[in-house]
Structures are given as C-alpha cells and as structure tokens.
C-alpha cells in the first residue's frame, strides 16, 4: 500500500513533491501518461532543472520509497491520491474544466469510498466541490482536499519544507489525511475553507504580477523620457523598507502568473480591472521594447539576436515565456531574427557565439547568469534586466 499516489507526478510540481515525501520515508508512487518521462524517472535523471532534486530521486529509488508507473492501478493501492491537474484559461480568458473531468471519467473506477483525494494545482474557485459532486455523481465517496502547491521552480526541494502548507477539505477526515500527508515536510499547516484556499493559491500570484506590471510601467515611463530606470530604483529602493519588494523590470511570464490573474477576473464577473490592466502592461512588454528599438534603428533591415528563451532566469522552461512573443514580433519587424539560450532544448536555438556574432542588435530576454560576463562591444544592447550592469535604457 502506498502513502500517496501522484497523479500528473512526472511535472515540475508533481515529481519534487514526490521525491521529498519519499525522503522522508513515505511510500510514493508517481503516476503519468508520458511513458517516457517515467522511463527517465526510474533512471533517477530528471528531465528539467531542480536544484538538488536528482540526487534525492536516486536514492529514493534505492530505498525503495518512490516508484513510477503509466498505469493507474497504483490508485487503488494507494491512502491518499494527489492530483496534479490545474485549470489552465482558453482564448478568451476563461477557465477551462475539460482535463479535470476527462481524467476523473477515465480514472473514477480505481478510487474507493474512504480514499482521500488531495488537489494540488491552481484550481477556479469552487472547483474542488465540483470535483467532489462529480465523484459523487459516480456513487464515489471521497474525501477531497485542496492542498495548493506554492513552490518557486528550481526551488522546490526548499521550499516545500521551509514553506508553511495551506490544507482545506469537506471533511474532518480529508483534513486529516492531508495533514498526514504534508506533515512529512513541515509542521507549520495552515487550516482554511476549500474555496479560500482556492482564493489564496489565485491571490499570491495575481499579487505577484501586478507588482511586476508595476515595475514595468514604471520602466516604460522612465524610458519614454530618456532615463535609466535603474537609477532611480536604486534611489527608490536602499535602505528603504517599504520599497524592497518592488521587483525589478522585465518579461512576467510562466504556466502561472497571467493564467491566475484571468482566472481570477473570470470569478468575479469580468469586474477586476487592476488584474486586466496588470495583462496589458505585462503582455505589452515585448511590442513596446520592439517599438522602441524601431524609432531609434532601422530594424527592418538588420538581425537581432534573442538572448533567452526560459520564462524566467536559470530555467530550461518555456511555458508561458514571453521570449517566443517578441520572436513573433520580431519576425515581423526585423530583417532576421536569432535565438540562442544554454538551458533550453530546442533545435531551432542556436550557439550563444554564433547569434552574438550574426547580430547587429541584442536583447537580453532572460536573465541568466551565463549572459553576465557577455562581451558584446559594437552591439546594440536592450538590457530591460540590467544583466550587464550598464543600464536598462532601451
């Protein structure tokens, strides 16, 4: 019998969760359709980036407290299940429910009456006592909790022991199941309602976003006259606390941030006006950059180079990245464009030095560490990150 059964197991939430609950002795089993991400996964190699997780997946493996498998028998078997499936939004900014409904069609005849169900993605408010209702409907009595996942990627093997644990359930009984669960990490859970829960997971990123679109227009309103914003967010931020959690400029991107700010319109009517302006400044960033390269340049016939294609810095993902938005943009305006990025898998990226070499202008798209020490004398250089350390006038 396992402790917990991860379904969706083999993604960027689903397997660092059950790596750290099979180091601390839990009997785990990771569930997913991909057969050959469970294939890389029984081989303890991980297929992104997460500080510290491969040596944990190994020895795990070895202990014998983690598995992976494509069938999903490993539910029945299993006390609790912890699924791993979100609501992401469709074109127009609406939640979509279908992966959720498909998969509880597909799965329900391998939960039990008794069994605990632990959601653990971003989930529309009131969709756990949807998923609830449906399971009833199937004459499934379970006990489903919302647990949200808070994890900053690349960190996630800290984090989900330095974190507190939000928990929420319909039951005493789902409460305690996920207590059990997460107890394995921390000891500091935090109780609320399943739709607060819900609420808290949509308001830490929406907040989140809306202060990267604050950053950003504050960016554009410095650089629309001609000064460094990077000097005054040294004048605005030193030794100023209520301050220091103005971040800093640049692409607000990932499978997150945007998709929970809409989802969080969709809840309250369409009526969230901060939300949806925080979209067009966030999401406006790559036009109004390519907009001011073609005031001061001649765009149209010269190659520009993308430096960065991972939403975020020191990542090799792409979900989401606003990198692949100013290429769009790019193809258009610019005579060529080149993309390079040393963690990200994509054939169609070329080496640092070639697209360097090629360019007649550089953007810096993510910050990565390797672009710190970048010699790009003679280039045209838009470092909205700072990077360089030269300023972020674009």
Not at 206 to 223: E, G, L, P, S, V
Not at 262 to 267: P, T, Y
Not at 282 to 300: A, R
């Amino acid at each position: 019998m396992y402790d917990a059964c991860i379904i969706g197991g083999c993604g960027h939430v689903g397997l660092p969760l059950a790596i750290a609950l099979a180091s601390k002795g839990k009997k785990v089993c990771v569930q997913d359709i991909n057969a050959s991400a469970i294939e890389r996964t029984l081989r303890g190699e991980m297929r992104f980036y997460e500080e510290g997780a491969e040596p944990l997946l190994k020895q795990a493996l070895a202990d014998g407290t983690l598995s992976a498998t494509t069938s999903p028998t490993c539910i029945s078997e299993s006390e609790a299940v912890v699924l791993i499936i979100g609501t992401p939004v469709d074109e127009h900014l609406n939640p979509r429910f279908g992966l959720i409904e498909e998969l509880i069609e597909q799965y329900s005849d391998y939960f039990y009456d008794g069994q605990a169900l632990i959601l653990r993605s971003t989930l529309y408010p009131g969709l756990s006592a949807k998923v609830r209702q449906w399971f009833e409907r199937k004459g499934k009595h379970l006990h489903v909790a919302f647990c949200p996942e808070r994890i900053l990627e690349g960190k996630a093997m800290t984090e989900l022991e330095k974190l507190p644990q939000i928990i929420s359930s319909f039951s005493e009984e789902g409460l305690a199941a996920a207590r059990k669960v997460f107890s394995a990490l921390t000891n500091d859970i935090l109780v609320v309602q399943p739709i607060e829960a819900e609420l808290a997971k949509l308001f830490t990123n929406t907040w989140r976003y809306i202060k990267f679109a604050a950053a950003n227009q504050f960016y554009m309103i410095a650089n629309d006259y001609g000064l460094d914003f990077y000097n005054i967010y040294y004048a605005v931020t030193h030794n100023y606390d209520r301050a220091k959690d103005l971040p800093r400029p640049g692409f607000a991107a990932g499978p997150c941030l945007f998709k929970d700010a809409m989802q969080l319109g969709a809840f309250n009517n369409g009526e969230f006006y901060l939300g949806h302006a925080a979209m067009l400044v966030n999401e406006g960033l790559p036009n109004y950059i390519v907009k001011k390269l073609k005031e001061k340049y001649d765009l149209e016939n010269m190659t520009v180079g993308v430096l960065g294609m991972a939403f975020k810095a020191n990542s090799d993902d792409i979900r989401e990245s606003l990198s692949y938005k100013l290429k769009k943009i790019l193809n258009v305006e610019a005579w060529q464009v080149l993309c390079a990025d040393p963690l990200v898998d994509d054939k169609r990226l070329l080496p640092l030095e070639e697209v360097i070499e090629r360019s007649d202008v550089i953007i810096i798209a993510t910050p990565h560490n390797e672009y710190k020490n970048l010699k790009l004398d003679g280039k045209i250089v838009a470092d909205i990150w700072n990077v360089l350390g030269n300023g972020g006038i674009v």
